[in-house]
């Protein structure tokens, strides 16, 4: 069965800190990886992420992928209260081209004080 | 406000009663998909439509759920005889054409069944 796992379930850090978020998965014919950042409403698109070792970064995120080792991580460096919230990680997988459908890891709960 | 929008936000609906929610997708996308999020879950896809066609419902329930995408207007997920266990949070996505795409979610729709 496919899955996704999130590591750790919660997290709470104060402000400046570095936190690493961390997905792994299983999936037949993985196709992409995708991280979300959930506050009280809509899952916001962080990065999708489709090769290995290639780092996609935005301002103080970034994330990258290892296929071999079916993982990847998210990192935020100098962490403000703005980012707490529930980081979703999500893949792709790719079966005969059909389908788009996500499959979610149940997050991982940052908490940032200040 | 060019995201996708879904109405209603809340829904309150009886026991056997019949909910219908709506979800517009984001300008220049023809790919819509609906999750659910349970409390303490992770999103579960649904199902998976472009316009006038079903191309994936492996998450529906085989009863009393169905969803659309009619050639004009909003996609519709449609939930008959509703009960207790359907109270969740249901978010519709909507992604461009293309092999590998984002998804960028709605704010959902929270049903409550009394």
């Known amino acids: 069965e496919d899955k996704v796992v999130q590591s750790p379930l919660s997290l709470v850090v104060h402000e400046g800190d570095t936190v690493t978020l961390n997905c792994s998965y299983e999936v037949t014919n993985f196709r992409s990886l995708l991280w979300y950042k959930q506050e009280k409403k809509a899952p916001t698109f962080l990065f999708m992420l489709t090769s290995s070792g290639i780092e996609k970064k935005s301002g103080r995120l970034s994330s990258i992928l290892d296929k071999k080792e079916l993982f990847s991580i998210l990192n935020i460096t100098a962490t403000q209260t703005g980012d707490s919230a529930v980081y979703l990680c999500?893949?792709?997988?790719?079966?005969?081209?059909?389908?788009?459908?996500?499959?979610f890891g149940t997050g991982t709960l940052l908490a940032v004080q200040p | 406000n060019a995201g996708v929008m879904q109405n209603p936000r809340h829904l309150v609906r009886r026991r056997g009663q019949e909910a219908r929610l709506r979800c517009s997708p984001m300008k220049g996308h023809s790919h819509v998909y609906w999750y659910r999020q349970l409390p303490e879950e992770g999103l579960k896809f649904m199902v998976y439509?472009?316009?006038?066609?079903?191309?994936?419902e492996s998450g529906m329930p085989k009863e009393r759920f169905s969803a659309e995408f009619p050639k004009e207007g909003p996609s519709i997920l449609r939930i008959q005889q509703v009960v207790r266990g359907d109270s969740a949070a249901y978010f519709c996505?909507?992604?461009?054409?293309?092999?590998?795409?984002?998804?960028?979610f709605g704010d959902g729709t929270r049903l409550s069944i009394l």
């Open positions: 996505a909507s992604s461009s054409q293309g092999t590998i795409q984002p998804q960028h």
């Open positions: 999500a893949v792709g997988p790719s079966e005969g081209g059909a389908t788009n459908k996500l499959i």
């Open positions: 439509l472009q316009k006038e066609n079903i191309i994936d």
